[in-house]
Nanobody
C-alpha cells in the first residue's frame, strides 16, 4: 500500500515562508510524479505544482510562479514545496499526490499539472494559514 504523509503546514504572516514535505512510502518512488494541490474553503481543489518522475522537470500554477519551488529527494522518498512570500490567498489545505509515470505532470502539455484522476494516491492534507 502506498501512503503519503504531508507535514510542515502552519500559521504564518503574509510575506513569510513555509516548507511543506511529502513523505511517500513506496518502493519505486522515482517512478512516480508528485503533485501538490490545495483546497480553500468553498473552492474546488486546484493544482499548485508538480514534479515529474525520471527527469524531475517541474510545473507551477501561474499564481505561485516565482514564489514556490518544488523539489524531490529520491533517497528520502520525499518531495518538498518551499513557499516564499506567502499571501492570504494561499490559505488552504495542501495535499500531495502520487501518480505513476509521466502523464500526471506535464504529460499532455508543458504546463499540465494533471487532473485529480491522474494521481493514484493522496495524502490527508496539511493546513496552511496566511494572516494579513
Amino acid at each position: 500500500e502506498v501512503r503519503l504523509v504531508e507535514s510542515g503546514g502552519g500559521l504564518v504572516q503574509a510575506g513569510g515562508s513555509l516548507r511543506l514535505s511529502c513523505l511517500v512510502s513506496v518502493f519505486t518512488f522515482e517512478d512516480y510524479a508528485i503533485g501538490w494541490f490545495r483546497q480553500a474553503p468553498g473552492e474546488e481543489r486546484a493544482g499548485v505544482s508538480c514534479i515529474r518522475s525520471k527527469d524531475d522537470r517541474s510545473v507551477y500554477a501561474d499564481s505561485v510562479k516565482g514564489r514556490f519551488t518544488i523539489s524531490r529527494d529520491n533517497a528520502k522518498n520525499t518531495v518538498y514545496l518551499q513557499m516564499n512570500d506567502l499571501k492570504p490567498e494561499d490559505t488552504a489545505v495542501y495535499y500531495c499526490a502520487a501518480g505513476w509515470g509521466t502523464i500526471p505532470c506535464g504529460g499532455r502539455y508543458a504546463s499540465d499539472l494533471g487532473r485529480d484522476d491522474d494521481y493514484d494516491y493522496w495524502g490527508q492534507g496539511t493546513q496552511v494559514t496566511v494572516s494579513s
